[in-house]
């Protein structure tokens, strides 16, 4: 049953709830936003850096795979479960954003197999069609955050929302949360950051939480650290500077 125009105002004039598209889909904005500029900013005379911003490329496309597939296992099936018929329209857009990464690793090969001559046109194409697929992908994400979320809260209470999540979570291997973190903290405003890390600290097994930091540390700016740093009182973290 999908969700009315006024069921939605009702929802979001409620005050604020947890939500769980915000972070992440802050995280791949940013991802696709960067990957886009590299491709626009590339030299493809130079093998090296053709080499890498394309790797980049199907970095950003993995990612996206992996994105919808958490959607659909967890996001979905709950909503699903409450108000049947409200996840048509995205598990619709979410199987065409699967045929377009397809479609795009298939122009990243053609990219890099193509004569020197032909880069250059090729490296075009990539970038249009990748501009393209982030395109629809804005749109997408606004669709969820406002009429998937309005399902959600409409329909369960805050802990449990935040159980889906954590179930979510606990099944991304931790080579791929690695991977998504470098995204996802430091494209967060500071108190999204500092909330997201303090619960992260109070279920993740202390080696990972510190990997999680050093491998976001780098993308903050020295103000950006502090705040956290003095948020998490990272001071008494053996190791850690609170530059």
């Not at 915000?22 to 080499?51: C, F, N, P, S, Y």
């Not at 406002?146 to 802990?159: G, K, Q, R, S």
């Amino acid at each position: 049953m999908q969700i009315s125009t006024q069921e939605l105002q009702q929802v979001a004039a409620a005050g604020p709830r947890f939500d769980m598209y915000a972070g992440i889909h802050k995280a791949m904005r940013a991802l696709m936003a960067d990957t886009l500029l590299a491709v626009g900013r590339m030299d493809v005379e130079d093998a090296l850096e053709l080499a890498q911003v394309s790797q980049r490329v199907l970095e950003l496309l993995e990612a996206c795979r992996s994105h919808l597939q958490h959607e659909n296992d967890f996001l979905h099936t709950a909503i699903e479960a409450r108000a049947p018929g409200t996840t048509g329209r995205v598990a619709g857009e979410h199987a065409e954003h699967e045929a377009s990464i397809e479609r795009l690793a298939g122009q990243v090969a053609r990219l890099r197999a193509a004569p020197e001559a032909d880069r250059a046109h090729e490296a075009q194409r990539l970038y249009r069609a990748l501009a393209l697929f982030m395109a629809e992908n804005l749109e997408h994400m606004h669709y969820e955050e406002t009429v998937h979320n309005a399902a959600l809260w409409a329909h369960y209470p805050d802990e449990d929302l935040v159980a889906i999540h954590d179930a979510l979570v606990a099944s991304i291997p931790p080579q791929e949360m690695m991977a998504i973190a470098r995204w996802l903290v430091p494209f967060m405003n500071p108190q999204e950051r500092a909330m997201m890390l303090q619960d992260m600290r109070g279920k993740a097994p202390a080696p990972a939480f510190q990997a999680i930091l050093d491998t976001v540390q780098p993308h903050l700016d020295q103000r950006e650290w502090a705040k956290l740093a003095a948020a998490l009182a990272l001071a008494v973290v053996p190791g850690l500077a609170t530059a």
